[in-house]
């Protein structure tokens, strides 16, 4: 675990013991404990959710794009005032 050997944990252990001491060593190593528990949850879920993104991305590059029909665009009447087989010039020039 991590390279470190048996004397080398019994070391840390002491050296905790006599720093913290015997009546918070069991509060810390529990709490120690359920962040380990976390992090290792969080780890999982995240790499639960990048392969699952992953693997939809593949999914939608491996299958074609659906095939769309073409849009039917509504017919729209022309106003009534402006009529297009008579040019604007004369419309506007009076009869002689």
Same mark, same amino acid.
């Given at each position: 675990?991590?390279?470190?050997?048996?004397?080398?944990?019994?070391?840390?252990?002491?050296?905790?013991?006599?720093?913290?001491?015997?009546?918070?060593?069991p509060?810390?190593?529990?709490?120690?404990g359920?962040?380990?528990?976390?992090f290792?949850?969080?780890?999982?879920?995240? +790499?639960?959710?990048? +392969?699952?993104?992953?693997?939809?991305?593949?999914?939608?590059?491996a299958?074609?794009?659906? +095939?769309?029909?073409a849009?039917?665009?509504?017919?729209?009447?022309?106003?009534?005032?402006?009529?297009?087989?008579?040019p604007?010039e004369?419309?506007?020039?009076?009869?002689?």
């Amino acid at each position: 675990m991590f390279g470190i050997g048996m004397p080398e944990m019994i070391i840390i252990l002491v050296i905790a013991l006599i720093v913290i001491g015997p009546h918070k060593l069991p509060e810390l190593a529990k709490s120690l404990g359920k962040g380990l528990a976390e992090f290792k949850k969080a780890t999982e879920d995240f +790499q639960k959710n990048v +392969q699952e993104e992953s693997r939809k991305s593949e999914e939608k590059e491996a299958t074609p794009p659906p +095939q769309v029909a073409a849009a039917v665009t509504p017919h729209v009447e022309t106003p009534v005032h402006a009529s297009p087989s008579v040019p604007v010039e004369k419309m506007d020039t009076p009869k002689s």
